[in-house]
Structure formats: C-alpha cells, structure tokens
C-alpha cells in the first residue's frame, strides 16, 4: 500500500521551517515551544511570511517541506498571518493570548486552542503564565452485511421504513469531517425534515453560531434546522467522506428505493455536523469542532457522540499530543468521542494480490553507551518533480529524555550528516539530497518529558532530489540515563516518495494514529466486510484480497508508546468494526465523482474502505448505549464496548511486531464489535421507579407531575458537603418557557413516589436564567462513600404543544466546588412510540387539540399529529376572520393579541381540514389584553 501525503492545495496550507542555514540556536525557554514553532523565533523568518501574498507559496518561501505540521491562515483579504496552536497555561483566563492579538476558539483544562500571529509567538513564549505551545497538527481522512457483522440488525425493526427498537432516539450523534450532504434522504425524517440539528461549516465565511453554552465560536457559517429545511444551507460535501461517515453512524438508508438496506447504526439519532475541510483539516478545528457538538448537546440537555474518522502519524503516540489531552478534557459523562485507529498498517491478511509489508515505525532499545541501531529506508527508483522541497521523506523521533543519542543520516553514495543532542538545528546540501536534523535542540518536551527529533531528506533546490537506493538512520546511545529505548516513524512522504519505507529493522506496530491516542477516546480498527459487490458498472472484486472477517491489511496496530516510567503503555485500539467494502451515504456534491465501480445500484450509496469506515460503527453504538443511559462515561462505555466484544478464529491473532495474539491485543483490540451483547450488558436507564406520580407509564400532559429521581454521591474519602443541584433546559425549549415549577424533595426510601408534605426547595418560574434552575443554600453532608436520593418534581404550563420533547440533564455541585462523581444525566420517559420525552397531548384518537378554550390568556397553542390541509376561523355571521397559512408540524402558538384589527370578544368556529375529514370546533376569545 502506497502512503503519501501530498501537499493540500487549499489555502490553508501546512508549511512552516526556517531557511536551512545559518544554523539557529534555540531560545532559553524553547523547550516549552514545539519544535515546528521554533522557525517563529526568528523575525526575519516571520517577516518573509508576511511579505508573501499567497501562503500556497510558503512552502518554497520557508524551504522546508513540512506538508502535515503546521497549519497557518490569513483572513480574506488581510496581510497578517496566524498559526494554530494550542496553549498550556497554568491559569484559568486566557488573557495571556488575546492580549497579544490570539483568538481563542477552544478552552479544555488547561489548554486553550488559539490563532496567534507569527509576530506574537515569541512573547508568548516569554510568557511565564505559558506552560508550553504546540502546534496544531495537520489531520486526514482516515451497510447491510455490516449491520450483520456487527449485530445490530438483531436489536432493532424496520417496517414502512419507521424503526423500532435499539435506533438512538434522543442522542446527538456529532461528526467532524468534510461536510455532509444534507440533502440526502438518509439523514431525513418520514415526513421529509431533516434530522440535522445544525451545520456548521468551517471553510466558508457566513453566520457562525456565536456564544453557545458559554464559548463563542466566532468563524464560519451555521445552518440551523429551519435553514436546512428550507433549503437555504450554503455547505456542500465536495469530499463525501463526511457523508459516508455520518450514513454509517446515523443514516436510516431510507434513500434509493433500497427498503433500508444500508441503513446506520443509530437510524433515529439526530446529527450535527462540522464540516473542518475538503481533504485535510486542523487539529484546532477539530477540538473546537468536538466542544461544539458538547455545548450544542448541554443546551438542547442531551446526550453526544463524536465521530472522528481522521488521523495523523505525526505524533508521540503516548496520548500527550494537545489535541489528545483537549479531547480528554472535554470527554465525560454523555460526552463520548471515538477515534479511527489509522491506515498505516501492514498486516499480512490477503489471500491473493499481497504486497510486501510495508512498515513506517521502528523502535530499539539500547543498553550500553556507544551501542549502535541502524535502519535502512530504500528508495526505488522515481520521476522527481519539477522544482524544489516538494520530493521528502520525514521523520519523528522520541526518545527517553533522560538519555543522550547522536543521530546520523547516510546517502546512497555514503555521504553522512549526524547532529548529537542538543546541537543546533542545522542541514545539510548534497547532490543525492539535503538532510535536516533536528536533534531535541530545544531539551526535553514539556509535554511529556521525552526528547523529540526531526529527521527530514528532500529536494533543497531542483538539483538535489533524494536520491535513489538505500539510506541508513543511525542512532548511537552517548549518555544512559533511563530505558535507552528510542521509536521513529516515517510520518510523511511526498507522492513522488510514496514507495519510500523503513526496509530494514522496521515493524508494524505503534502506528494507531493520534488523536486515537487520547486516553479517553474509542479507538477503532477495521476488519473485512466483504470482498464482492454489485454496482453500476457490474459486478466486482477487490484485487488484494483477504477474508471476510478478517483483519484488513491497513488497519494500524497500537498499543501506545511508553514514557518511561510515567505513561505505561495502553491498549490501543480497544476493539474492531467492518471496514473494509462498506456501502453508505453518496454525497451529490462530491467532486470528483466517484467510480461507477463503486456506487451501488441505487446511485445513492458508494463503498469506501478504511478505518474512516469503522470507526462510525461503533460511534452509533455508543449512541444506543447512550439512549439507554444518558449519563454514560467514556469509561463505562469502553468496558462495556471490550467486555461483550466477540471473538472468533482471527481475533487472537496480533500482528503487530514482537506481540503476542490473545485478548486483548495491539492488532484487533479486544475483538469484533457486538451491539446487541453491548445492549444486554448496558446498565439499565435512569428512570424514576414506579409509583403514583411517577413517568412510568404517565403521559406527559399539561399542568401534570413527571418526577425525575436521581442520587448524588460523595466524591472524596473524607466525604463532601452538597451545595447547589443545577437543572438544565430541554431539547426544544428553554426550561423556562415550558415548566411552572420545580420541586426538589428527598426520596429516602428510593420509591420514587412524590410525598404529600411540603418539598425541600421550590422554585417557580421566572427563572433567573432562562435554559437553566439551580436550588441552592442546601448545605447537605454526604458522609464517604455515602449518597442521597432526591425526586424533583416537573410541573408543566400550558406552553406544551404536541410532539414536544422534554428533557432534564441535572448536576450536583459538591463543597469542594467540584461536579459530583456520579452526576446523574436523565430524560423523563414517555411511552410514544419509543421518542425519548415527547409529548402526547392527543388522546382517544383525538387529531386536534386547542391548548384553552375560552382563551383567557391572550394566546392559544394548537397541536396535532398530522399538518392540515387547511385552517381558518369563521365568525357567527360566517365571515372568514383569519386564514391560517405555512402550518409548521405538530402544532403552533397563536398570539390573538398580536391580530391587526383586533379581533372582539365573542365566539368563533374554527375549521380544520385534516386528511379527509373536516373539523369544526367552536372557540371563545375573551378580553386578550393589548
């Protein structure tokens, strides 16, 4: 398999270095700056960035070729250019960034994601608030047999193309990617909606959404539901994959006439999609990306999943990467994001048409001071490209930071340039090739304490193309201070180089791409889905071929990289889902078109392969876990996800190098995905327990209780002191506008019946805050180890209208001033037809329902299931009065005070064609005030 990473042509390039030479001495604080960064010391460096009119050029500018490091932009039209990075700072405020002109677009522990100017980069790094920059990294793109492989067809039924069952009713399911074809019918409900939430594209200029839940996210253009059912959403999915991605999670296969055969795992979740790029995106993007799915998730009080279907192999594959350490910030109880494992491996799977391995990672361990490793990288033989720094081979290199080694790298024609710890950054011009050498010149990475190495061979003008034939990289232990243990990875290569790999003492592990790292995230290989299929064309078959249900070649194999005695390795990735030959969504925007080869016979659905595929997989299923419990940890997930996955004849077999197979292992994880074992291991839902006034089995109706029971527990040893409970809004209202008043009671007993006596706190509304309530001044101690049940008691006003959907997220904050270790996340049930929290107003085959009659208030709310034909209100004397026109679903409020004239008092009769039958309903309006 040939890997290449070329240059994106778009205008946010990765391209960043210093001129080869002088040689630059680091900077006194440069070991908390990224080594890609380091260029950004030097103003004159800085200065020739921005007397350059298009960044596209930088690449020959900066005379190094970085295609995947280092991600700069320019607004429109401006002349100041910005780099993204992430900052560690060891404060809450991220006024050490913007007071130098960043923009702060990402805020997870301590990291703050940013846009600095060039010119800024050097302050902040004098900064003593900075802990250390990072730049942000350059990120790629990584079902009907499927659905079988992986059980989900058996927890879940399809009739007229309505699904019930395990489907994902209530859960987010969020992705970043390259778009989403919104128009496709797939991601719509029977009725033609869209079951998009929200779009929000990055790479175009527009509305962005704004403060949400706190963060403002000031770039970009958002489509709201209404805009995208009107037709009016300006994203495009040029490069599918964002389609393809989101159909295997969350498609319902509804498109094409097929009968839902390529229907996703979650069918009835709602989406929301970022759209980062066409083909290549910003790891800062794709945090920022991940916070904005949470926040929209937290205000609409839901649960959210987030699919991850791009990688790198630039990376310490320790988990300690910024983006890695956001993504575990931001991860918590209903907030899950999974990862795809990469497609950087070499596994020896194919029955016919195997190529030879091709490996692109290696490590040693070096015992005794003047010991020696060598690898060899060949070159074969290649058309170099006009001009210059676009034919490269780079590399990565950790190492312990407490050990010292010399790097060497020799030519073809044995030619040599060696730099040793510490030494200045420097390169060095040969007719076979320039070299670049960055030995840890910095010190140690404050990331994780580790020495970081750039090795790089490519074209420094037309005449220097790496040549032909064998290098060598030699590696020579001058000082052991801790495990002597160094790995490499060839993490990019130009197109011209694609063939370039690590032939001799090479191996095929530790190559699961960051951020599948994080310690929280999911990570998912792929297996082989199939090997055959119909399309447009006819019939075909894959030319290397492997086993169904076998590993496929690509899929990268962990575990993650040990730092010494401070991050042991982890088992990475924890499980596999098909991906390999999978059909899914086909974007009508993609461009260019997809091979008729591989789109399906309906001509709305296209296979791809990659771990890109299988990661969506288990992204759905971690959605219908979260159906079933809201409140589910990255954790708890995870356990559920290895403790059920299924094992067969190729799951015990590793093929990462130097490791054993067994359960789990660094090639499949702990096996093959299982949703309905999952679903039968899942903790059962978060419901109140049965009782008079209790949801189970209750409708929710206007003026009625619905009780929510929920514990909270102490958190410390020592135990805790309960200082407030915090109540978040619902899905389609802020909790204000639909709620009368909250009563918080205690349930001792855990009947979950609401007592007769008086409540412990009672709040009507107005809230203060609109989206959310807290009850506060509680002061309660929670003894160790200790918790409490409380009910809090829901008394809905007469804003109800049909089909609406109520849902409560509610967190306890302890003494400490720290969120309760078990928060409890919940929705209160209602029995209709599976939707979580909604409404069922209409009753007895009722298919009208008028909110009050006589209208006292000044405004009436009309509900019904099905849209009418026609609405309008008659006066006794048979004048039509007013014609109800561009009727929404499930019912509307009328203001009768906003009428122009005034309507009087008196009564009216209001005629409604609903289908085939005409009602008649009379209706009083008394005194509505003006």
Known sequence: MRRFRPVSPALVVAALAAAAAPPVRAQAPAQKLDPLLRPLL???????????????????????????????????????????????????????????????????????????????VRALLGDSRV??????????????????????????TVSNGEFTGATGNGVIIGTFDTGIDWSHSDFKHPD?????????????????????????????????????????CSERDIGAHGSHVAGIAAGDGSAGGSSNQYAGVAPNADIIAVKGGNAGFSSLDAVTGVEYIFKRAELLGRPAVVNLSLGRLLSPHDGTDADEQAIDSLSGPGHIVVIAAGNDGSNPTATTGNSPPFLVHATR???????????????????????????????????DGRDSVTVTVRRPDLTTFARRTGDLVDSSDASQGRIFIDN??????????????????????????????????????????????????????????????????????????????????????????????????????????????????????????????????????????????????????????????????????????????????????????????????????????????????????????GFPGGRPNPSWGYGKLDVQAALAQAPPALTAAPGANSPTGLRLRIGANAALQFAVAASTAEGDRLDSITVAGTSN?????????????????????????????SLPTPFANGTTARFVGLGTNLAPGGQITYLLAVRLNDHLRQADTLGLRVNAVLGTGTPSARPA?????????????????????????VSENPVRSGRVIF???????????????????????????????????????????????????????????????????R
Not at 61 to 70: K, S
Not at 442 to 450: L, T
Not at 735 to 757: K, M, N, R, W
Not at 870 to 879: I, Q, R, T
């Open 131 to 156: 802990q250390y920059i990072q730049a942000a990294r350059r990120l790629k793109p990584n079902n009907d047999l499927a659905m079988q492989d992986i059980r989900a067809s058996l927890v879940r």
């Open 863 to 929: 509900s019904y299931d099905s849209t009418p034909r026609s609405m309008a209100l008659y006066n006794f004397a048979g004048l039509r009065v007013r014609d109800f026109t561009g009727l929404p679903a499930n019912g509307f409020t009328w203001d009768v005070r906003g009428e122009s004239p005034g309507l009087p008092n008196g009564m009216y009769i209001l005629v409604v064609q609903t289908g085939s039958q005409m009602l008649r309903q009379r209706l009083m309006i008394l005194s509505p005030s």
């Open 825 to 849: 996340v919940a929705y209160i049930p209602v029995p209709v037809a599976s939707r979580l929290g909604r409404a069922d107003l209409l009753q007895g085959g009722e298919l009208f329902l």
């Open 440 to 657: 840890a010149a910095g010190g140690p990475a404050a990331q994780n304490g580790d020495r970081q190495g750039e090795i790089e061979m490519y074209d420094g003008n037309a005449a220097q193309a790496p040549a032909s034939g064998t290098w060598v990289i030699t590696l020579r232990l001058d000082h052991l201070g801790g495990t002597g243990r160094f790995d490499i990875w060839e993490w990019a290569t130009s197109s011209t180089l694609g063939g370039a790999q690590i032939s001799g003492g090479g191996d095929n592990a530790y190559v699961v791409n960051s951020p599948g790292n994080a310690a929280r995230a999911i990570t998912v290989a792929a297996h082989v889905n199939r090997v055959n299929w119909a399309s447009q064309a006819g019939n075909f078959q894959f030319t290397v071929r492997e086993q169904v249900g076998d590993l496929a070649t690509f899929s990268s194999s962990g575990p993650t990289r040990p730092v010494r005695n401070v991050l042991p390795s982890r088992q990475k990735p924890e499980l596999s889902a098909p991906g390999k030959g999978v059909f899914s969504v086909y974007s009508s925007a993609s461009s260019p078109a997809a091979p008729s080869a591989l789109i399906a016979t309906d001509g709305v659905h296209v296979l791809f392969s990659g771990t890109s595929m299988s990661t969506p997989m288990v992204t759905g299923a971690v959605a219908l876990l979260l159906e079933r419990r809201p409140d589910l940890t990255p954790e708890q997930a995870r356990t559920i996800l290895t403790t059920t996955a299924r094992q067969d004849p190729f799951t015990g077999t590793s093929y990462a190098t």
């Open 192 to 232: 033609g909606t869209t079951r998009l939430l929200y779009i929000w594209d990055l790479t175009t200029a527009g509305t962005p959404p704004g403060s949400v839940g706190g963060q403002a996210f000031t770039t970009g253009n958002e489509c709201s539901a209404a805009v995208i059912n009107a037709g009016s």
């Open 733 to 761: 209202h802020a909790l204000g506008d639909i709620v009368t008043q909250l009563d918080l009671y205690a349930d001792p007993t855990g009947a979950g019946t609401i007592p007769s006596g008086a409540p412990l706190v």
């Open 42 to 120: 030097d103003a004159a460096v800085v200065a020739r960035i921005d007397r350059t009119s298009r960044i596209e050029a930088l690449r020959a500018v900066l005379q190094r070729p970085l295609p995947e490091a280092v991600v700069l932009r320019r607004d429109p039209g401006g002349a100041e250019t910005f780099v993204d990075v992430f900052v560690s700072l060891d404060q809450r405020s991220p006024a050490a960034i913007e007071a130098l002109g960043g923009r702060v677009l990402v805020h997870a522990g301590s990291l703050f994601g940013a846009r600095v100017p060039l010119s800024a």
């Open 365 to 399: 361990t070096l015992a005794v001071v003047g010991d020696t490793a060598q690898l060899a990288v060949s070159v074969p033989a290649y058309s170099p490209d006009a001009g210059a720094f676009n034919d490269y081979m780079l590399f990565n290199l950790w190492y």
